[in-house]
């Protein structure tokens, strides 16, 4: 059964940092690639960074040097590394691999 769980959301202050972590069971993420979603209120689900299984990665502008997406296979783990964290950022965010996406974790930046 495939399931997908993000953790390490939160209340963060502008300017500080969040690593967001993908556990994904089911046995598909080593041959996938797997990306990082997030919801604004009020708006649409866009599509925030993407690592391919073989490592190669791409952003949205508006988080390029300052987020990381990065994985680690033996754990069936992806992650996001959040830095210099704005309001902007606030949202919801997901992981997404193929068609299965997480439950979303809460990321709240204040001013």
């Known amino acids: 059964q495939v399931q997908l769980v993000e953790s390490g959301g939160g209340l963060v202050q502008a300017g500080g940092s969040l690593r967001l972590s993908c556990v994904i069971s089911g046995n598909i993420f080593r041959l996938n690639a797997m990306g990082w979603y997030r919801q604004a209120p009020g708006k649409q689900r866009e599509l925030v960074a993407q690592i391919t299984s073989d490592g190669s990665t791409n952003y949205v502008d508006s988080v390029k040097g300052r987020f990381t997406i990065s994985r680690d296979n033996a754990k069936n783990t992806g992650y996001l590394q959040m830095n210099s964290l704005k309001p902007e950022d606030t949202g919801v965010y997901y992981c997404?691999?193929?068609?299965?996406w997480g439950q979303g974790t809460q990321v709240t930046v204040s001013a």
């Open positions: 997404k691999c193929t068609v299965w």
